[in-house]
């Protein structure tokens, strides 16, 4: 058996039952722009990198294993990071003196910080489809056998979220950053575990329809003011958290979801920034690092 190495297959196939209709890829390269992610040989954009690797490929053809980028002789070397884990986290400093505001600022930064990524994990004695793949950022195992596919330890994968930056592409959960996307397609997972192949949570079909909704800003000496528009606003279940140059907002209404993390222009105090949620919009405060005019809201659209 081998691998397809075109956009958007990734299927394993035996050499002889290969033909001019067996792979189903997209021949263009993949673009992100303003938060959106597709290619550039066909329409359909996604908010999500997950959505992002499901859009079906627009040509038919043959079925190739030629590796990528095969005569480039400036192609990144990927080895370096073979080795590359997460960096163990720092000895906690002293508490300071708890006094009421602390105790306050304390339970706000709390609330902001974003939760752990909960790994998903394939039911015990689940039935797999054969030649299904694994479902793990930056994994493309298929499933042979209990014996050689759910394993412990047998699945290399990234428990983190693909963050694109100033150009470079890499996962939240370790350190490697290049700017090529099949490079970023090969940057080996920092973690292991077991294959995912079925999981436990609701398919896309079951869950939530995901939109994109309308927003625009306006700014001032030392705030940016971000409107995020959409009708129906669940309260208790929409939030804005915020880092130090990016903020995830998470937007229910209706029956339907928007999720969008924003890299921004410039550093903000996330202490300082605030959000409410309104009738028909979110209308967020980002409290500016340095009083400087912001020609743009997002720091890649310059």
């Not at 992610?37 to 999500?48: L, V, Y």
């Not at 070397?77 to 906690?92: F, I």
């Not at 869950?207 to 705030?223: I, L, P, V, W």
């Amino acid at each position: 058996m081998q691998t397809c190495t075109r956009n958007g297959c990734g299927q394993s196939y035996e050499p002889a039952a290969n033909n001019d209709m067996a792979c189903q890829y997209h021949p263009g390269k993949p673009v992100f722009h303003e938060g959106l992610k597709g290619w550039t040989c066909c329409k359909p954009r996604e908010h999500s990198f997950d959505d992002f690797l499901e859009i079906k490929g627009c040509q038919l053809g043959p079925h190739s294993s030629e590796p990528k980028h095969k005569d480039d002789p400036f192609k990144a070397d990927l080895t370096k990071y073979d080795d590359v884990l997460p960096e163990p986290a720092a000895e906690p400093a002293a508490p300071p003196v708890a006094t009421a505001a602390t105790a306050a600022a304390a339970a706000a930064a709390a609330a902001r910080e974003p939760e752990a990524e909960i790994i998903d994990e394939d039911p015990a004695g689940v039935k797999v489809a054969a030649g299904a793949k694994c479902k793990r950022n930056g994994c493309t195992a298929a499933y042979e056998d209990e014996e050689r596919s759910h394993g412990a330890g047998q699945c290399q994968f990234h428990p983190g979220r693909a963050v694109f930056h100033e150009g470079t592409k890499g996962w939240s959960c370790c350190k490697p950053r290049v700017t090529d996307f099949d490079e970023f397609m090969q940057i080996k997972g920092c973690q292991h575990g077991r294959h995912l192949f079925v999981g436990t949570r609701a398919p896309a079909a079951a869950q939530a329809q995901t939109e994109k909704c309308r927003r625009d800003f306006y700014q001032m000496a030392n705030d940016v003011i971000v409107s995020v528009y959409a009708k129906k606003i669940h309260k208790d279940r929409s939030t804005v958290k915020f880092g130090a140059q990016a903020m995830d907002v998470h937007v229910e209404y209706g029956d339907k979801t928007y999720d969008e993390t924003i890299e921004l222009f410039a550093e903000i105090d996330p202490q300082a920034s605030s959000f409410e949620v309104l009738s028909t919009k979110i209308e967020i405060k980002l409290a500016k690092k340095a009083p400087a005019q912001w020609p743009v809201l997002e720091k890649d659209t310059q």
